[in-house]
């Protein structure tokens, strides 16, 4: 008998179309376009990658073989000779987009650069040449350590250029989880900056990098840094080194290593749930073409368009869709190093009107923060350039898309729920904004290629509308090679989670999830967050979903805590929108609002009301911890991604 996995038990129903005249001007129409390249992937998943391949990007050697599939690890074009950085950049140099905007960067203080293709050219190629001449090889690897500015990219570009693997960590990251991840990636050189602006005070980048590099990893010889803020920081002789200064005498011009498909482009470490951070292992050539086709099709990439991803560099979300995926398909992408903070809530607007962004792409977290702000902050701006948005991170909450939609998209914009990961390295559950008509809370229907289905605990796939785990059947051109060091580990968590009986191998993304009978797909939340409630197991995002759609709720939050009659009982946490003030009627009647919508099942035993909510520096709620708290516990567990400590305390002080 298989066990119970996750049930479904709100059903969202609103449906919206792309508008006709979107979908003429759109590279994807209609269903029917989608389901006929879904359909030729399906068939021939291999000629259909090969064929993308040929067609996009620039190969200095064909390969031999599209796939090598030894189950679960994957090789893609194999024997193709190919470098990302070219493909991104001198590309273009023979184009007229030579002189189109690459790159255009806003500071937090309100200083700006645009870079044209040619000039972000030189500066990658000086780049990469102080990285060479301070002796960095190919197949060594560099630790970026950078605030949101244009010399993060050229680092990227300039580490890919040369075969040099790049393990970017997260500017927001402590000494130590820097420490960590240089120590484990064995990383020769760090690039950084004396610091950088975030909401109007300094983060300390290099004074961090100091602490790392006098708490451990031995193997970095030298640190390059950019100047960006300017305070005092200290200078390491022989050790550490301005970019300016070494920028004035390098050429720029490096040409581009000739990279084998499968040689690795990244290390990116993501923190698993409990135990040491795993370091996700991206290659080059499958890479290249799954980060550049998602993003031209999900995003309708044209060459007017002025694309604009709000997410950190230090996240996949970044180098998928900041960096490589824009530039490999000559996009104009921009760059915002700042934050909607109390002096500026509209900064955002701001930076949307000044460019004329067309395509904006977010997270639910920073959606709810925004719409707790108040619609008086883009209602005061000309939104009107904009014609796509997107979201990425958690399962959006069905109110916030209607928002999102309604008074940032002005009722025109289609939304883009893209579900991926760190491991896929691209989109992979994704509407097409001119063919798919999008139902919000959903994700909608699979990329083209990509097999995704939803199973049991037995790894069989369960009927329409009853929840199981997210799985993908097949290998695609981006999903991960390994986990840096550990292959055994990749095979564990991802691969053998769950088995078919027929033996196959599919990959276990770690979601809930279910289908409706059209078809698309509802990610339900981590499958680690489940809640038991009488044998019913409940998936997080329905049970928030409805507490948000009750009109006093900002964000929530659920959690199990062990109770000796039902097995669990769900505790809420809730920030409340504007100024109101939780009190015990309240309580009573969010409760009551969670029945309605949902039934009495999911009645929360206990509602806490809080400021703050504690989420990873991506913006994802950490609920491992909520759980500690709402069961009396001690927190345990790596709490190094935390955003804001205080919360904790808070949340503490209010229990
Ligand atoms: C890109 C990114 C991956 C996890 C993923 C899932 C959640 C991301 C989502 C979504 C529902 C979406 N997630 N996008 N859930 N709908 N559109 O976020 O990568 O940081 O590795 O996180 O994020 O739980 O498994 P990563």
Redesign the pocket.
Known sequence: MSQPTIESILHEKRLFNPSEDFSKQARIKSMEEYRELYEKAKANPEAFWAELAENELHWFKKWDQVLDWQPPFAKWFVGGKINISYNCLDRHLTTWRKNKAALIWEGEPGDSRTLTYSQLHREVCQMANVIKQLGVKKGDRVGIYMPMIPEAAIAMLACARIGAPHTVIFGGFSAEALKDRLEDAEAKLVITADGGWRKDAIVPLKEQVDKALQAGAPSVDNVLVVQRTEQKIQMEPGRDHWWHDLQQNASGQCPAEEMDSEDMLFILY?SGTTGKPKGVVHTTGGYNLYSHITNQWAFDLQDTDVYWCTADVG???GHSYIVYGPLSNGATTLMYEGAPRASNPGCLWDVVEKYGVTIFYTAPTAIRALMKMGERHPNARDLSSLRILG??????NPEAWIWYNRVIGQGKCPIV???????TGGFMITPLPGATPTKPGS?TLPFPGIIADVVDTEGEPVTNNSGGYLVVRHPWPGMMRTVYGDPERFRRTYWEYLRPKNGDYVYF???GAHRDEDGYFW?M??VDDVINVSGHRLGTMEVESALVSHPAVAEAAVVGRPDEVKGEEIVAFVTLEGDRQPDEALEKELKQHVVNEIGALARPGEIRFSDDLPKTR?G?IMRRLLRSLASGQEISGDTSTLQDRTVLEKLRGGA
């Open positions: 993501t996240w996949i979300t979201t990425v991170g958690e399962p959006i729920d893209t579900w991926w990961q760190t491991e994700a993304a770690g979601d990610v939340g981590r991506s994802k």
